[in-house]
Nanobody, 120 residues
Framework: QVQVVETGGGLVQPGGSLRLSCAASGSIFIIYAMGWYRQTPGKQRELVATITGRDTTNYADSVKGRFTISRENAKNTVYLQMNSLKPEDTAVYYC??????????????WGQGTQVTVSS
């Protein structure tokens, strides 16, 4: 079984920063990519940033220049550094991992989400 767990969410003022962490664990054979998504009430889940096994990155236009995705491969961990936060960044942030398990076929695994609230 594969588990994905996010940490690091919280309350921050506009202009502030947060760093989210996401750790994948369990019976993992290979991780092809990991990414961050977010969702607010009344909106569909949207892409924030992704990083592939070749360390190529992709960002939503709304976060370019403010957010940075990175990872530590040895720990199967991905980070999302969020700077210059805006109220519209408020959402539940989800981590996803594209994984082939030791005993299971390739599929996406999702974390439980971590709340980020940007407010004065």
């Amino acid at each position: 079984q594969v588990q994905v767990v996010e940490t690091g969410g919280g309350l921050v003022q506009p202009g502030g920063s947060l760093r989210l962490s996401c750790a994948a664990s369990g019976s993992i054979f290979i991780i092809y990519a990991m990414g961050w998504y977010r969702q607010t009430p009344g909106k569909q889940r949207e892409l924030v940033a992704t990083i592939t096994g070749r360390d190529t990155t992709n960002y939503a236009d709304s976060v370019k220049g403010r957010f940075t995705i990175s990872r530590e491969n040895a720990k199967n961990t991905v980070y999302l550094q969020m700077n210059s936060l805006k109220p519209e960044d408020t959402a539940v942030y989800y981590c996803a991992a594209d994984v082939t398990g030791t005993y299971s076929p390739r599929r996406d695994y999702w974390g439980q989400g971590t709340q980020v609230t940007v407010s004065s």
